[in-house]
């Protein structure tokens, strides 16, 4: 079964443009039983339709890197508090010069931690190698969830 991407269809684009409209003008939107589901805030925030909105972030991604040709990812997800070990290594110069044990205590932290930062680059720079020397339908992509710390150091 092919889905209908097309927004030409008279229901879904009266729909979506009300939903526009509302917004830009800044009127709220009145209850609305004829109203398409997707163009129903009140309804899409609802506690029961919270699954629904789940699937609908995992699916949004996996169809954009399905048009773009990424069949298989390696997600990294990690701390964004880790710093990369230039930055920890500043962090932890400034603590010195200003004499604050609290803040020397975590920049040593952030110096400990920062070899995190750098394994995490050396697991990506691996990875992103093997891919590489794959045929492009067999290649391995990074996923990551954005960043800072581990996912921007992957």
Not at 28 to 43: G, H, I, K, V
Request: include cysteine; proline fraction near 4%; aromatic fraction near 8%.
């Amino acid at each position: 079964m092919e889905a209908n991407t097309q927004l030409n269809e008279r229901r879904l684009a009266d729909a979506w443009e009300e939903l526009h409209s509302h917004a830009n003008n800044g009127n709220p939107l009145l209850a609305d039983s004829n109203r398409m589901a997707f163009a129903d805030p009140e309804f899409l925030f609802r506690r029961e339709t919270r699954g629904i909105r789940f699937q609908l972030e995992m699916l949004k991604p996996d169809l954009g890197q399905a048009q773009q040709g990424i069949e298989s990812t390696v997600v990294v997800y990690g701390s964004a508090r880790f710093a990369a070990p230039d930055e920890a290594a500043q962090q932890l110069a400034d603590a010195q010069a200003r004499g604050d044990t609290h803040l020397i205590a975590q920049a040593e932290r952030a110096v400990r931690n920062a070899r995190y930062y750098d394994q995490a680059r050396q697991f990506a720079r691996l990875v992103a190698e093997h891919s590489n020397r794959q045929p492009q339908a067999n290649r391995i992509y990074i996923c990551t969830g954005g960043g800072p710390g581990i996912m921007e150091a992957a």
